[in-house]
C-alpha cells in the first residue's frame, strides 16, 4: 500500500474551498493530438454515485455511448473519513459488500486516495470524483467535472464512428447558437444552485444559512420561468443542452436530500415548481425525445437509474456528514423518489415559485 503518512494527509478546508475545487487538479484533455489520444478502454473513470458533480461526467459517459470505451469504478458513499477528509473515499472488498458499488478495478485499491498516489506521490489535495485515469501513461488525467463533461462531448466521436455508433457521435450539448445563454445561465446556476446547496446546508451560523439559502430559491424560480418559456422537454426547449447535464444531477437529489438535509426547505420540486417537476419527470422516466440532423428521433434514457442510485445518494450525504446529521439515520422518504405523471402539454403547466419576498429580490438579480 503507498505510504499514507501525515505529511501526506490534506489539511481541513472551508465550504468555500471545497466548492471552488483544489489548486492541485489535474486538467489533461483527450485529442487527437495527444498525449492523451482517444482509445477503448485505454481510460479508466473512477465515480461516486453519489456526488453530483461525478453524475454531470458519467451521463455524459452514457449519452454518448462510452460505457465500453470507458470502463468505471465506483466508491462507497460512506464512510468519507475524518474532519480533514482522511482516509477519504473507500471501495468496498467485493461486489457483494455495497450494491453498485466497485472494487478498484484497475489496481485493488483499498481508498481512492492511493490512485491520487499514484499520479503524485506528495498529494495533499482533496480526493474527490471524479477522477480520469490514463492507462497508458499512468497517470491521472482530469479530475474537474466541468472539463470532463466537455472533453467528452467530442473527445472519441471518431472512434464512435467507427463503431457504427452514428447518433453518439452526432449528440453535442454546447451546440454554437445557444453557446452564449448556456454559459450565462450555468454562471449563475453553479453559484446559486449547484454549490448553493451546499452554502445553506454547511452554513456554521444562522445567518450564513439565513444569507445562503435564499439564492437557491431565486434560482429555482428563475429555472422554472426559463423551462416555461422553452416549452420543454429540456431547458431551453428541443435541444439537450450543457444546461440540462447539470441542472439535473441537482434537481434530482432536491427533495430527496437537499431539502432536509441541507435544510433548503422553503419549497419543494414536486409541491412548488410544477414545471421542473415534470421536466424531472421526463428526464428521470426517459420520456423525452431529441430531433437529429437526418429528421429522426432519439430518445434520451441516461438520466434514468443508470446513473441515479437513490440509495448512494441519500446515505452518503446522511451518513458522512456527521456535523450535520452526528446520528446518521437515514430518512426513508420522500416517496416516490421520482413522481411518474408526465404532462406532454407543456403549455397546461402552470409556472410556480417560492413567493418570499426575499428570494424575489434575489430572482431579480439573475441576469436573463
Known amino acids: 500500500m503507498t505510504d499514507t503518512s501525515s505529511t501526506q494527509r490534506p489539511r481541513q478546508s472551508t465550504v468555500t474551498e471545497h466548492l471552488a ?3 492541485d487538479s489535474w486538467h489533461g484533455t483527450i485529442t487527437d493530438s495527444g498525449p492523451f489520444r482517444p482509445s477503448s478502454r485505454r481510460f479508466h473513470l473512477y465515480l461516486g ?37 482522511w482516509p477519504g473515499w473507500r471501495f468496498p472488498k467485493d461486489e457483494k459488500e455495497y450494491p453498485a458499488a466497485t472494487v478498484d478495478h484497475l489496481f485493488g485499491s ?9 499520479a503524485d506521490p506528495a498529494y495533499e489535495g ?8 490514463d492507462t497508458e501513461t499512468s497517470t491521472l488525467v482530469n479530475n474537474e467535472s466541468v472539463d470532463l463533461l466537455k472533453n467528452l462531448q467530442t473527445a472519441f466521436d471518431s472512434l464512435l464512428e467507427k ?7 452526432s449528440l453535442h450539448f454546447y451546440p454554437e447558437h445557444l453557446r452564449s445563454k448556456i454559459d450565462e445561465i ?5 453559484q446559486n444552485l449547484n454549490t448553493g446547496v451546499y452554502k445553506a446546508g454547511f452554513a456554521p451560523d444562522q445567518e450564513t444559512y439565513d444569507k445562503n439559502v435564499i439564492p437557491v430559491f431565486a434560482a429555482l424560480n428563475k429555472l422554472e420561468k426559463i423551462v416555461h418559456l422553452h416549452g420543454g422537454p429540456f431547458a431551453l426547449g428541443q ?7 447539470r441542472l439535473f444531477p441537482t434537481l434530482i437529489r432536491f427533495d430527496t436530500v437537499y431539502v432536509q438535509h441541507f435544510k433548503c426547505n422553503l419549497g419543494t420540486i414536486r409541491h412548488d415548481y410544477p414545471v421542473l417537476n415534470n421536466y424531472l419527470t421526463g428526464l428521470y422516466f426517459g420520456l423525452n425525445e431529441v430531433k437529429l440532423a437526418n429528421g429522426s428521433k432519439h430518445r434520451i434514457t441516461a438520466f434514468g437509474p443508470e446513473t441515479v442510485d437513490f440509495k448512494h445518494i441519500k446515505e452518503n450525504y446522511t451518513k458522512s456528514h456527521h456535523d450535520v446529521n452526528p446520528k446518521a439515520i437515514t430518512p426513508r422518504g420522500p416517496h416516490p423518489d421520482v413522481e411518474e405523471h408526465f404532462e ?5 403547466l402552470k409556472v410556480g415559485e417560492i413567493a418570499m419576498r426575499e428570494v424575489k429580490e434575489a430572482e431579480k438579480l439573475l441576469p436573463g
Open 21 to 23: 475545487g483544489t489548486n
Open 49 to 85: 454515485l453519489f456526488c453530483p458533480f461525478a453524475h454531470r461526467v458519467n451521463l455524459v459517459r452514457v449519452l454518448k455511448g462510452l460505457q465500453d470505451i470507458i470502463p468505471i469504478s465506483v466508491v462507497r458513499p460512506y464512510p468519507k473519513g475524518d474532519e480533514n477528509g
Open 110 to 118: 483499498e481508498y481512492l486516495h492511493e490512485v491520487y498516489f499514484k
Open 126 to 133: 482533496r480526493y474527490s470524483v471524479p477522477v480520469l485515469w
Open 163 to 169: 463503431e457504427g455508433k452514428h447518433v453518439e457521435a
Open 186 to 190: 450555468c454562471e449563475w446556476m453553479q
Open 239 to 245: 435541444e439537450l443542452t450543457e444546461v440540462d447535464i
Open 344 to 348: 406532454k402539454d407543456w403549455s397546461k
